[in-house]
């Protein structure tokens, strides 16, 4: 079952613009992360944060995390065309460290 | 880091038949991981070793899907008499044991039973 739901489910953007995605979850988590997944390829992990961060930064990456609502927000600025993918959240449950259970994800689209 | 491999990258089989897939994670990581993705979903996780001993099973690890990690470095996952609803992408991934929680992914094998 899917831990984490993305929304919105797909998103179209001009390049420059700025793309946030949201994520929800059920449970209590230890961490929460985001990966991109370019078309019919493997994930490459952009940034983690812990239960106990509210914001974290990573280049273009803003990541926020509510665990009092159970959400995150990603957000990406100036988007550019090499940005368009699928993007994951997936969250580390319970007292696992190990097991990710992610959702079904946010397809990024950048028109150039 | 070499990066995560997986082999081979497509394979399309007849149902009824075995397939097995390999991955080969990166060197010093001891933590090897297996999920399956289908279209329009995330990664579900399969499976997990640490070293060569498997610690946890998802239901979703049918008694026709078998993995192993013999040596603790490269794993297998075989499906026997594949159906078509194992139709899929196999992910492995792997990370270090302690510290950051990473994971890192390979391409993936995509798996097409007809």
């Known amino acids: 079952s899917q831990q984490g739901e993305e929304d919105p489910q797909a998103l179209s953007i001009q390049e420059g613009e700025n793309a946030t995605m949201n994520c929800s979850y059920k449970?209590?988590?230890?961490?929460l992360q985001w990966y991109r997944q370019n078309s019919g390829r493997g994930l490459v992990h952009l940034i983690l944060?812990?239960?106990?961060?509210r914001e974290k930064h990573s280049g273009r990456l803003r990541v926020t995390l509510d665990t009092s609502k159970k959400s995150s927000s990603l957000l990406i600025t100036a988007s550019r065309a090499a940005d368009t993918a699928s993007y994951f959240c997936?969250?580390?449950?319970?007292?696992?460290?190990?097991?990710?259970?992610f959702g079904k994800g946010t397809l990024l689209t950048v028109n150039p | 880091d070499t990066g995560v491999s997986q082999d081979p990258r497509h394979k399309i089989t007849k149902r009824g038949q075995n397939v097995t897939f390999r991955c080969d994670p990166i060197s010093e990581h001891n933590r090897l991981y297996w999920y399956r993705q289908t279209l329009g979903q995330g990664p579900e996780f399969l499976t997990y070793?640490?070293?060569?001993?498997?610690?946890?099973k998802s239901r979703l690890l049918s008694d026709r899907f078998s993995a192993e990690r013999p040596k603790g470095s490269f794993s297998t996952l075989e499906i026997q008499r594949t159906e078509q609803g194992d139709s899929a992408m196999y992910l492995c991934?792997?990370?270090?044991?302690?510290?950051?929680?990473?994971?890192?992914f390979g391409p993936g094998t995509r798996l097409t039973v007809t």
């Open positions: 997936a969250t580390g449950i319970g007292g696992s460290n190990y097991k990710l259970t």
């Open positions: 070793f640490q070293n060569e001993a498997q610690l946890e």
């Open positions: 991934a792997s990370s270090r044991e302690q510290g950051v929680l990473k994971q890192y």
């Open positions: 944060i812990r239960s106990n961060e």
């Open positions: 449970t209590s988590i230890n961490n």
